[in-house]
């Protein structure tokens, strides 16, 4: 603000030594549109404190409303599914079963200390017999069942290597061949589980294995293919599954011209067998054996089990089984599916005994 001090006319000249009440003070204008000086001040300071006020609190306030709009509008946020407890998990309990099972088979005299690991009581057992006399071998699992919360009861396939019963009679030589005879055995595990204190899932066995049965065998449920029958070198599907697996397991031929477009597979690589013969084959919905040698309209699709003979390069032939699905297109089959498993008949077509036809075995049973 500008002060400017004017002196009064001559002839009212003071005498030196005048007050200062003597002088005028030229303050300027004194209002400005009806606000005072003073006024007009006081109003620019709060307006420059609230415009830096507005600054800092601007990108504050901001995220303050992006939080809060979907609580406001009721759109709440889809909270992420809780992570399943390391300790509810099956599949760390049918490995530690299996652990247990293959150090069990082979302990033998002063082994508890390794079998502590798994069950702590096992410390006061009385163990008998040479240590690694029986030797376990191809271990697996073959049912897991929750019996309670957080405890699984797990069945432990093992195929066992090791001195076979005598039979004999009393007195006679035992044959070497008797020595390390393999046998399928089963022990039932249980196994609780529960977190530890780093977070990480334990386990521990709540009593030794218990040896039982081999689970019992289900009947086949029926399949949508019709009987199998020979796969006659003039029938278009014998000569697609046969060009395909050729190409597929023999390495000989490109794989993509056999297959549908959209479809991709990668052959066996490295090619297992020298050659394929299609034994015999399995039409979906098909009941008759009339020959059949056409290939009907384009995107028609079936499917179908193949059995065929394949040849390795030890020059043995082993049995394997496909289930495949077709699509007609250019007058010719092509391959539009290696599925995962045969086709279940549906559940109304089983009980009327619409199809009686199984999958034949890929391999022969064991007992």
Not at 347 to 366: D, I
Request: charged share 20%; proline share 11%; aromatic share 6%.
């Amino acid at each position: 603000m500008k002060l400017t001090l004017n002196r009064r006319p001559a002839q009212n000249d003071p005498a030196p030594g005048a007050e200062l009440g003597d002088w005028e003070i030229d303050e300027g204008p004194q209002g400005v549109a009806g606000w005072s000086t003073g006024a007009q001040a006081n109003t620019t300071t709060v307006i420059r404190w609230t415009a830096w006020g507005l600054l800092v609190l601007g990108p504050l306030l901001g995220a303050l409303a992006y939080l809060s709009v979907p609580a406001q509008a009721g759109l709440t946020q889809k909270p992420l599914p809780p992570a399943a407890p390391a300790a509810s998990g099956a599949q760390g309990a049918a490995g530690f079963a299996q652990l247990f099972v293959a150090a069990y088979v082979s302990a033998g005299e002063d082994d508890q200390d390794e079998l502590a690991v798994y069950y702590p009581d096992a410390t006061g057992l009385r163990l008998e017999g040479e240590s690694g006399q029986r030797r376990p071998e191809q271990l697996t699992v073959v049912r897991l069942r929750q019996t309670a919360p957080k405890v699984w009861s797990v069945t432990v396939a093992a195929r066992i290597t090791g001195p076979a019963p005598d039979t004999k009679p009393k007195g006679a030589r035992r044959s070497d061949d008797k020595e390390d005879a393999p046998v399928l055995r089963y022990f039932q595990v249980p196994v609780a589980t529960a977190p530890t204190p780093s977070g990480a899932s334990g386990y521990t066995a709540l009593a030794m294995p218990a040896e039982v049965a081999a689970p019992e065998q289900i009947t086949a449920p029926g399949l949508v293919y019709g009987p199998m029958r020979p796969a006659l070198p003039s029938d278009p599907r014998t000569q697609a599954v046969t060009e395909f697996l050729t190409a597929y397991l023999t390495g000989a031929g490109e794989l993509d011209r056999y297959l549908a477009p959209g479809t991709r597979l990668a052959p066996v690589r490295p090619a297992p067998y020298t050659g394929i013969a299609l034994d015999t084959l399995a039409i979906e919905g098909e009941k008759g054996a009339e020959p059949v040698t056409t290939v009907p309209a384009d995107g028609t699709t079936l499917r179908l089990l193949a059995a065929a003979r394949a040849t390795g390069h030890d020059k043995v032939r082993l049995p394997l089984t496909y289930a495949l699905t077709l699509k007609a297109r250019a007058g010719r089959w092509e391959i539009a599916g290696l599925d995962g498993a045969p086709a279940p008949a549906p559940a109304s077509a089983t009980r009327t005994g619409a199809t009686t036809s199984a999958a034949p075995s890929a391999a022969p049973t064991t007992r």
